[in-house]
């Protein structure tokens, strides 16, 4: 066990973890922050995507002891009341169903927004290429992202 000190959703937070735990478990069993999803294990799905320095990577497969002091932000930390432009889309566009990986699409789309914040529909496809949704929201999920681009 180790201690660490991480900064999540611009607070201070310190740990006693094991150096190798995902960062993803930090969250969720040491933190209580459980918007952030468990999906594959292997950083293939996108269920656990969060920010590092406002990239968004894959929290099931980051060890705790590689963050370092850079921000993490979660999906709690997106907006303090769910008025960020992409959960307003998402509203409208009646994006989820089961809603379990919806806080990882969100997450890589609001990412992929700050670098992009005019994106095509191609760029869509191909930025949120890596985040599955067993239902199956993948055109709402790009509806989505194109009006939150028009709507910042």
């Not at 990239?55 to 002891?65: E, G, I, K, Q």
């Amino acid at each position: 066990m180790a201690t660490f000190n991480i900064q999540v959703n611009g607070r201070q937070q310190q740990v006693d973890v094991d150096p190798d735990t995902p960062i993803l478990w930090v969250l969720r069993d040491h933190l209580q922050l459980v918007g952030t999803k468990y999906g594959c294990g292997i950083a293939q799905c996108g269920a656990c995507t969060i920010h590092l320095e406002g990239t968004a990577v894959r929290a099931c497969s980051l060890p705790v002891s590689s963050v370092g002091d850079k921000p993490i932000t979660t999906i709690e930390g997106l907006s303090e009341d769910a008025s960020h432009a992409l959960q307003e889309a998402w509203r409208e566009h009646d994006v989820p169903q089961c809603g379990y990986c919806q806080a990882g699409q969100l997450m890589s789309a609001a990412s992929f927004l700050k670098s992009n914040p005019n994106p095509t529909e191609a760029e869509i496809d191909a930025a949120m290429e890596g985040n599955l949704c067993r239902c199956g929201t993948y055109n709402r999920i790009k509806e989505a992202i194109l009006t939150a681009a028009q709507n910042s």
